[in-house]
């Protein structure tokens, strides 16, 4: 049973971002389309700084937008700044695997 419970436990792909930051605002859509492509790998939410300053500072967000990639209570890997969907992707793949595709 604690086994199953493991393996289905998705890894939590963390958006932090503020509303007043235009490159946060210009990654909405992309993580839109991300969390809706990737939905079978990987979990996604949004944090919003000013709200939950104290979620940001356990991160240690410094820059916004920034992305951490978190399975269990573990950080798995960051980025910060604005980012394109393939360095996403990138980063998704290296601790999760290759996506399954459709045949």
């Not at 049973?1 to 503020?18: C, D, I, R, W």
């Amino acid at each position: 049973m604690q086994e199953q419970k493991a393996n289905g436990t998705k890894p939590l792909l963390v958006f932090f971002t503020s509303p007043q930051s235009g490159p946060a605002r210009r990654m909405d859509s992309t993580l839109a389309h991300l969390a809706r492509k990737e939905r079978h790998r990987v979990r996604l939410t949004r944090v919003d700084v000013a709200e939950h300053p104290a979620l940001a500072e356990r991160f240690e967000v410094e820059d916004v937008p920034t992305l951490v990639l978190v399975r269990g209570r573990h950080v798995l890997e960051r980025l910060e700044g604005r980012v394109s969907v393939p360095r996403i992707e990138e980063m998704l793949d290296a601790h999760l695997g290759e996506p399954l595709v459709a045949a």
